[in-house]
């Protein structure tokens, strides 16, 4: 839009024929007359309009450029974000799996009573709070044929890549570019949040690879709640990963302050609330009976958000059954500790535990070995032998699919020991 301004003649005629109009200064019947502005008033007004001019003029250049400055930027915005679904197609092309992949959850954990082992990585991964589509533990990846894989992926692959580069290069009105970044954007998430499940459910190597990821990705996504749960994800799986003891604990730390920040915005998301607790009781691990005994509450508190946000969410319940069956062992020493601290100690009771490893087994039948070895080892400390025995035998049907599962497999082999005898 142009704006035309008058020259600065008009106003000095205008100015002149005005300083010759006669004003009265005294009402009656002898009218005085004055001019309305002196000559040197005249020439300061003028002097002030062809400042204000000059002003505008600057101003429309500026505004002008700063307008064409931003169209190259989101030009170069668009370029950038083509480059990397380009990149991120062309790794997930040259990722193939012809052979079963052994699936380990990063939630382990031995603590006392607040264990954070999820057991199976089975959630509800298969569609995240967001609307993406996500790989769960029992990943549908997994299941699909190679050929199937590799055609979906490609075809994908290409119709993003020809996607970005039509809206690159029809980026020509300005008011457009915010929708189209937007867009862009999401669709990058969208597919970024894909890849990270798929390799969250990896090999150490992919899980690495996974929270490499994501930390690339920070400070793009950092605002959004689906990649900072993720992220929290990647660093539990970074702690159970590494060896080192100062970096277990760098990285269980780091995830729990990405939660905190996240917990500003996203208090609702039951997500955030269900790997912060896992984070709490890996760090945890590192602390005092005090200070883990303190955790414990904690886990509980954002143990029950998340169950109260997502109530379908297996998970959720079996790590509470966890939590419920570490109390309900506690040695004296924490139980002592516990009294001392706290005026109501944590309670719970193996029956609790069983109701939450019964629920998950209602909601996600066959969750994971592990869930059903503890159903057989609350049965068995109840005193029914026979519900023991077949949970025993059940637990036997599945595959150890996680680090939890192996574990729980030895468990299970003393189990079936004693019934043989």
């Not at 894909?194 to 990896?202: K, W």
């Not at 959004?224 to 994800?233: I, S």
């Amino acid at each position: 839009m142009h704006v035309h301004f008058p020259r600065a003649p008009l106003y000095s005629s205008n100015l002149h024929a005005l300083s010759k109009m006669p004003v009265p200064v005294e009402a009656g019947d002898g009218v005085v007359y004055t001019p309305l502005l002196t000559q040197d008033e005249q020439v300061d007004v003028l002097d002030r309009l062809d400042f204000m001019l000059r002003n505008i003029a600057e101003l429309r250049k500026e505004v002008e450029e700063l307008r064409n400055s931003l169209q190259h930027l989101a030009g170069e915005i668009v370029g950038e974000v083509r480059c990397h679904l380009e990149e991120t197609q062309r790794v997930t092309r040259r990722r193939r799996f012809p052979f079963h992949r052994e699936r380990s959850d990063s939630t382990g954990s031995s603590s006392i009573y607040f264990t954070a082992n999820s057991g199976a990585a089975t959630t509800d991964d298969g569609e995240s709070e967001g609307g993406y589509t996500t790989a769960n533990a029992e990943s549908d990846y997994d299941r699909e044929s190679e050929r199937e894989s590799e055609e979906g992926e490609d075809e994908v692959s290409c119709e993003t890549v020809r996607t970005v580069r039509r809206d690159s290069l029809d980026l020509v009105n300005e008011d457009e570019t915010p929708l189209i970044l937007d867009s862009l954007l999401e669709e990058g998430l969208g597919q970024l949040l894909q890849q990270a499940d798929r390799l969250h459910n990896g090999h150490e190597q992919e899980k690495r690879e996974g929270f490499q990821l994501l930390l690339n990705n920070k400070l793009a996504y950092a605002d959004q709640r689906d990649f900072l749960w993720r992220l929290a994800r990647a660093y539990s799986d970074m702690y159970e990963i590494t060896e080192d003891t100062d970096e277990k604990k760098t990285y269980a730390s780091d995830g729990k302050e990405e939660l905190e920040i996240a917990f500003q915005k996203w208090d609702e998301s039951a997500e955030c609330h269900q790997w912060y607790a896992i984070l709490c009781g890996q760090l945890a691990e590192h602390e005092s009976i005090q200070k883990r005994i303190q955790t414990g509450y904690v886990f509980k508190e954002h143990i029950d958000k998340a169950i109260a946000l997502k109530p379908e969410d297996p998970k959720s319940y079996y790590l509470l059954g966890r939590w419920c069956y570490q109390v309900s062992h506690l040695g004296w020493l924490e139980k002592k500790t516990a009294s001392a601290l706290f005026e109501t100690p944590p309670t719970a009771t193996v029956q609790d535990a069983l109701q939450n490893f019964l629920r998950v087994e209602e909601l996600s039948p066959g969750f994971s070995k592990a869930v059903r070895v503890y159903i057989a080892k609350c049965y068995k400390d109840l005193g029914n032998n026979s519900a023991a025995l077949l949970w025993t035998n059940l637990a036997s049907e599945l595959p150890a699919n996680t680090k939890e599962d192996a574990e729980s497999e030895r468990e299970l082999e003393e189990m079936r020991s004693i019934w043989e005898e």
